[in-house]
């Protein structure tokens, strides 16, 4: 059974920056696309960021286009969100996810982590 555990998040004020890791158990970290995810209240989880297998390849929202970045370290099956200049609309519980594919698609992806919460103040 895969796990995914997400660890990073905060309150930081608009401007500022956090970085979301995802710690994966199992062997089979580094074969499968990964992916971010978010949930602000009242709203339906949404895509953030993918990254291919190994890591080549990556796709972003295109609201966060430009300040964030996804990254992964198959040694250590740990996934990384880098998030700069951060927006009180970037408040939210934030997934990270398993994926069949690179897709920014929930259906694509069938491990979740719990969530961690990012707080932007303004």
């Known amino acids: 059974q895969v796990q995914l555990v997400e660890s990073g998040g905060g309150l930081v004020q608009a401007g500022g920056s956090l970085r979301l890791s995802c710690a994966a158990s199992?062997?089979?970290?580094?074969?499968?696309?990964m992916g971010w995810f978010r949930q602000a209240p009242g709203k339906e989880r949404e895509f953030v960021a993918a990254i291919s297998w190994s890591g080549e390849n990556a796709y972003y929202a295109d609201s966060v286009k430009g300040r964030f970045t996804i990254s992964r370290d198959n040694a250590k099956n740990t996934l990384y969100l880098q998030m700069n200049s951060l927006k009180p609309e970037d408040t939210a519980l934030y997934y990270c996810a398993r994926g069949t594919s690179m897709r920014p698609d929930r259906a694509e992806y069938n491990y979740w982590g719990q969530g961690t919460q990012v707080t932007v103040s303004s």
């Open positions: 199992g062997r089979t970290f580094g074969i499968f696309a």
